[in-house]
């Protein structure tokens, strides 16, 4: 006997949900077929994967290791059927994407404007997180790709590449025609008052980590927001908030300026798996996203002071037409 997908699939939901019940009402199934489908898996492996008490289920040491290979397991079968459904091209398919929340809030929404309106039948899944639970995420197979942040050396990540997309200044903003100087220091910054991110951004570990280092201590107005928060609070004059310079396209409520000495940075990253092949409608995602940024960092535009394309983006682009992306996929299979 062999582990089936199906069985996979229902150690996946209940590790997930905690219930035996609830993960079969999440797959459509009476719950006697998904005890059954377990208590055979359990019998394969010859262990036991769930605590199992009337509250509900945990998993044990065995479940705990399966669980990560089960659902790569699962992302690749998955990965193996939309390429096979997409040799007709892209009339259908799917995408993961995940993102930290300030690139969400500008990168990812016009790449996901100009990839929807030339592939509507392509469904796009969108998880926001912070850079290593998003890697964790990719490697698990529960995303296709993933754009992730990165400061000084890159981290390596077994399975995982990283492609460098582009280099971006750390702006401060404040409410339009609040007469805000063009220009912050850090030690300027700090005497004035901040609208704060939630600590789990990496966004406010970096400025903190820059405040502690220059022997700062910034003064803080309202601490704690999440992205949108943060953002109408310094529209509606709150204080000022440092973020990333593409946070503020088509924001006519907010202006910004830039921050020295220092200049803080960051550079955004195209994580993908290297081990597995895209799918077509992954690779066109990932040509969507080159030329996103191609645009966005072009001389002459609003943000080419503040955002630079990486030097080598040129040399890795996927192919630029749906036969390409094709070819694409069939040569990772």
């Not at 062999?2 to 199934?29: I, W």
């Not at 509250?55 to 790569?72: D, H, K, Q, W, Y």
Request: hydrophobic share 45%.
């Amino acid at each position: 006997m062999t582990m089936k997908l199906d069985q996979l699939r229902s150690f996946e939901m209940v590790a997930r949900v905690g219930h035996f019940t609830r993960a079969a009402e999440e797959l459509y199934l009476a719950q006697p077929s998904l005890s059954r489908q377990i208590a055979a898996l359990e019998a394969h492996l010859g262990t036991e994967l769930f605590h199992r008490r009337p509250s509900g289920v945990t998993l044990t040491n065995a479940g705990e290791l399966l669980l990560p290979i089960a659902r790569r397991m699962l992302g690749d079968a998955q990965a193996a059927h939309d390429q096979i459904q997409e040799l007709a091209g892209l009339r259908r398919g799917r995408v993961r994407l995940g993102a930290p929340p300030t690139l969400c809030v500008s990168l990812v929404a016009d790449v996901l404007a100009a990839f929807r309106s030339a592939y509507p039948g392509v469904e796009l899944h969108i998880t926001e997180g912070g850079s290593r639970f998003l890697v964790e995420a990719l490697n698990e197979s529960t995303l296709d790709l993933a754009l992730v942040v990165t400061r000084g050396t890159d981290p390596s990540v077994p399975g995982t590449e990283l492609v460098p997309l582009l280099s971006e200044e750390l702006v401060v903003i404040s409410a339009a025609k609040s007469g805000s100087p063009e220009e912050f220091t850090l030690e300027e910054l700090a005497r004035v008052p901040q609208v704060a991110f939630n600590r789990s951004y990496e966004l406010r570990v970096a400025t903190d980590a820059a405040f502690s280092a220059a022997g700062l201590e910034p003064l803080i107005a309202v601490e704690g927001g999440e992205m949108d928060a943060v953002l109408r609070f310094v529209e509606r004059g709150l204080g000022v908030a440092v973020v990333p310079a593409m946070v503020v396209i088509d924001r006519p409520g907010l202006q910004s300026a830039r921050l020295v000495r220092p200049s803080l940075t960051r550079t955004v990253n195209l994580a993908r798996r290297n081990d597995v092949g895209p799918s077509a409608a992954a690779a066109a995602m990932q040509q969507f996203i080159f030329d996103t940024v191609d645009r966005l960092a072009a001389p002459g535009t609003e943000l080419s002071r503040l955002v630079t394309a990486a030097p080598e983006l040129t040399d890795i682009k996927t192919p630029t037409t749906a036969a390409g992306w094709l070819q694409r996929a069939r040569r990772h299979r």
